[in-house]
C-alpha cells in the first residue's frame, strides 16, 4: 500500500512539474511569431497557372522577431520575407507564390518559417487542385 502511495505521489510531482514548465514556456521572454492564417485553399486551378498569397503575422512577444530563414519544399514555390528585424507588437507578412506548370492534381506546399521566436519553426501552406489545361486552351 505504501509503494502504491508512493509511486502516486511521484506521479503527482511530475504532472505539477510539467505544468508549470509549460506555463513558464507560455511566458518566456522573446520574439513570438502569430499568424492570421496558416493556410490557404486556392481551390481548383489550371495547369500553368501561378497564384499567390500573403501570409499575415505578428510579433506577439516582447522582443524584435528575426526570420532567417523561410523554406519550401519545391522549386514550384517562391517566397518574399522580411529580412529586417519585426520589432514587439508588430506586424509583417510573407507572400507565397506556386507555379503549378508541370504539376498535377492535389497540391499542398508547406512552407516553414524559421526565426528566433520561442515557437521557432512554424508552418504555412497553400493547397490548391491542379487540372490539366484543355487542348484548346492557349495559356
Do not use: Y
Amino acid at each position: 500500500m505504501m509503494k502504491k502511495f508512493f509511486a502516486l505521489m511521484v506521479i503527482g510531482l511530475f504532472m505539477v512539474n510539467v505544468s508549470i514548465a509549460q506555463d513558464a514556456a507560455a511566458d518566456a521572454d522573446g520574439a513570438k511569431i502569430t499568424f492570421e492564417e496558416t493556410s490557404k485553399d486556392f481551390g481548383d486551378i489550371v495547369q500553368g497557372d501561378v497564384v499567390e498569397h500573403t501570409f499575415k503575422f505578428k510579433n506577439e512577444g516582447n522582443q524584435p522577431l528575426i526570420l532567417s530563414n523561410v523554406l519550401v519544399t519545391c522549386g514550384c514555390t517562391a517566397t518574399k520575407w522580411p529580412r529586417d528585424p519585426i520589432a514587439a507588437g508588430k506586424a509583417a507578412e510573407i507572400t507565397v507564390r506556386f507555379d503549378s506548370k508541370g504539376k498535377s492534381g492535389a497540391q499542398n506546399k508547406i512552407v516553414t518559417v524559421v526565426s528566433n521566436a520561442v515557437n521557432s519553426r512554424e508552418k504555412v501552406s497553400i493547397k490548391s487542385n491542379v487540372l490539366p489545361k484543355k487542348k484548346d486552351d492557349a495559356r
